[in-house]
C-alpha cells in the first residue's frame, strides 16, 4: 500500500499528479522558492488523478497563512550574513551499515561543494562504530573530503562522544546514516545559526524518505518525527506549560540535531549510559537537549534544516521502536530526576500526564476512536514502565562494564 511522494514548487505552475495502480495515497513536500513550508498527506483509490486545480485548493486550504508568512518575509527583504557562519563537522555515528551510509553520505557529498573549484563548506566525520568488519572503513576511504575514525565501544553515546573528541570546529552536526539530507539542509542549518548566535543546539525537520510499507504509513499518520514548519526558539521559560522544559520530545529529533562545541564540552558531552544500543537504544538526544537548556542556552528548531528518514518498514519493528520509546524516555526521566533537583515536581508531573495519556489513547483504540492500534499503544506503556523501574541504573552498569572491557 504505498503513498506517492512528490515535491510541488508553488513559485512554478502546478502539476496534475497520476497515481500508479499500486499507489493508494499521496504525500506533498510543498516548496517556496525551494523552501519547504510544509507537508500534506491522504490516502486515495488507486489510479487516482489529483489535478493542478484540486492540488492548488488542498495546498490553499492547509498551507495559505504559510505560504502568506513566508511571502510576508521575502518582501521585507531580510538577508543574513552568511560570512559570519561557524565551521562546522557533520558527524555520521554508523555500525556495518555501509548501504544505508554511503546514501547518506552520496546526500551530504553533493552539499559540501558549491561547485569543484571551491574547498569544501564543511568537514564530514564517519565514526564506526565497534564494526564487525572493514566495509565502512573501506567506504570512506574511497571518500577523500571523508573522514573516518573508530570508536571501539559499542553505545551510539560512546561514538557521540568520540565525535566530540576529534572535532576542531565550531559546530558539530550529527545525522543518522539512515537518513538523506534534503538540498535545502545547509542552507537552513546555516540560517538557523546565524539567526540564533547564541544558541546551543539546533535542531531540524524530518520527514519520510519513503512511504512504501503499511508501517511507515501508520507512523507517519501519527505525526511521525516532523515537528512542525515553524520555527521555534526556546528559552529557559514557556509560559502556561507547568513542565517546560521536562517535555523533550518537543525540541527535535537525534537523527538531524547539531551543537556549539563549547557547550557540548560545558556540560561534559553525552551520557554514555543512554543511547547504548540494546537494550537501551535511546534518550540520548533526549538527554543532550535537555542539559542544553538548563545550561542556560537557547535551541532552536529550523524547519529548512531537513533530512527525510527511513522508517521501519516491517510492523514488528515498528512495534520494537514504540517499545524502546517508552523504555529510553522513563530511564532518561528517573536519571534527570535524580541529577536536576530543581525540576523533580515537573518530572512527577510529567511522568503522571504520560502515563495518563498512555492510558487514555489506549481506552480510543479500544473503541477504535484513534488511528493507532491498541497494541502499539501498550507496548510504548509498557516499554515505559520497565523504564521506570529501574532500567538508567542497569544501563549505567553495563556502561561501566563495556568502558573496563575496552
Known amino acids: 500500500m504505498p503513498y506517492a511522494i512528490r515535491n510541488i514548487e508553488i513559485t ?3 502539476p496534475s499528479i497520476e497515481l500508479d495502480p499500486s499507489e493508494q495515497g499521496i504525500a506533498l513536500i510543498v516548496r517556496r522558492s525551494d523552501r519547504p513550508l510544509g507537508f500534506l498527506m491522504q490516502p486515495l483509490p488507486e489510479g487516482s488523478i489529483l ?15 504559510k505560504i502568506l508568512q513566508d511571502s510576508i518575509r521575502d518582501e521585507l527583504g531580510v538577508t543574513l ?10 558527524a555520521i555515528c554508523t555500525k556495518d551499515r555501509p548501504v544505508t551510509l554511503a546514501r547518506c553520505l552520496d546526500s551530504l557529498l553533493k552539499l559540501q561543494k558549491a561547485d569543484a573549484e571551491m574547498e569544501t563548506q564543511f568537514e564530514i566525520l564517519v565514526v564506526d562504530n565497534a564494526p564487525s568488519d572493514a566495509r565502512t572503513h573501506d567506504l570512506v576511504l574511497s571518500l577523500p573530503t571523508v573522514r573516518y575514525t573508530r570508536e571501539p565501544k559499542p553505545g551510539l553515546n560512546f561514538a557521540r562522544n568520540r565525535a566530540v573528541q576529534a572535532t576542531t570546529t565550531e559546530l558539530l552536526a550529527f545525522l543518522d546514516d539512515d537518513v538523506v539530507v534534503d538540498r535545502y539542509w545547509l ?4 540560517e538557523a545559526w546565524i539567526e540564533n548566535p547564541d544558541a546551543g543546539a539546533v535542531t531540524g525537520q524530518v520527514m519520510p524518505y519513503e512511504l512504501a510499507t503499511k508501517a511507515q504509513i501508520l507512523f ?39 551543537f556549539r562545541c563549547t557547550v557540548l564540552d560545558k556540560i561534559g558531552g553525552f551520557d554514555e549510559a543512554l543511547d547504548t544500543g540494546a ?9 543532550i537537549l535537555y542539559q542544553v537548556i538548563r545550561a542556560g542556552f537557547p535551541l532552536a528548531y529550523e524547519p529548512g534544516y531537513l533530512v527525510f528518514h527511513q522508517h521501519r518498514q516491517s510492523y514488528a519493528k515498528l512495534r520494537h521502536q514504540y517499545w524502546t520509546w517508552g523504555l529510553s524516555l522513563m530511564a532518561f526521566v528517573v536519571k534527570a530526576y535524580r541529577s536536576d533537583p530543581p525540576m523533580r515536581d515537573r518530572w512527577l508531573g510529567l511522568v503522571r500526564w504520560w502515563f495518563a495519556n498512555q492510558l487514555r489513547l ?8 484513534h488511528s493507532l492500534p491498541a497494541d502499539l499503544v501498550l507496548t510504548e506503556f509498557w516499554g515505559g514502565v520497565i523504564g521506570l523501574l529501574g532500567e538508567y541504573g542497569r544501563s549505567q552498569h553495563r556502561s561501566e562494564k563495556i568502558r573496563r572491557q575496552y
Not at 552568511?82 to 557533520?90: K, M, R, S, W
Open 51 to 65: 489535478s493542478s486545480d484540486a492540488i492548488a485548493e488542498w495546498i490553499g486550504r492547509k498551507l495559505g497563512v
Open 362 to 369: 489506549l481506552a480510543k483504540s479500544l473503541v477504535g476512536r
Open 187 to 190: 542552507n537552513g542549518l546555516t
Open 81 to 90: 550574513d552568511v560570512t559570519t557562519f561557524p565551521t562546522l563537522t557533520v
Open 12 to 14: 512554478q505552475p502546478l
Open 220 to 258: 507517519e499518520q501519527r505525526g511521525g518525527f516532523r515537528r512542525g514548519f515553524n520555527k521555534i526558539r526556546y528559552g529557559q521559560v514557556m509560559p502556561h506549560n507547568r513542565v517546560y522544559p521536562c517535555d523533550t520530545g518537543s525540541f527535535g529529533v537525534g537523527c538531524n540535531m547539531s
Open 279 to 287: 537494550p537501551l537504544p535511546g534518550g540520548g538526544d533526549h538527554d
